[in-house]
């Protein structure tokens, strides 16, 4: 099992930047891939990056050129870099694992929220 939290969400003005963190634990070593995911009001949840276990990332193109992926292996925790936040961005952010325990399984975290004021 994976276990997640998220943290770094905050009200933030348009324009500003913000850094979410997802530290993980349990069989970290059975992780193929993280990423971030977003759900807005009324909206559907989406994916905003991904890492995999050997750092390809993958971006959303609504947040290319403004967010960045990271992970510290060290720490087991992945970032969420954003920078020039827009008020589309306003969603809660949840964090996402893919690894192998006896089968292919996912976790979430209870995810953060992120509001941008315009």
């Known amino acids: 099992q994976v276990q997640l939290v998220e943290s770094g969400g905050a009200p933030v003005q348009a324009g500003g930047s913000l850094r979410l963190s997802c530290a993980a634990s349990?069989?970290?070593?059975?992780?193929?891939?993280m990423g971030w995911y977003r759900q807005a009001p009324g909206k559907q949840r989406e994916l905003v990056a991904t890492i995999s276990r050997r750092d390809e990332t993958n971006y959303a193109d609504s947040v290319k050129g403004r967010f960045n992926i990271s992970r510290d292996n060290a720490k087991s925790t992945v970032y969420l870099q954003m920078t020039s936040l827009k008020p589309e961005d306003t969603a809660v952010y949840f964090c996402n694992a893919a690894y192998y325990s006896g089968g292919n399984s996912i976790s979430w975290g209870q995810g953060t929220q992120v509001t941008v004021s315009s």
């Open positions: 349990g069989t970290i070593l059975s992780i193929n891939s």
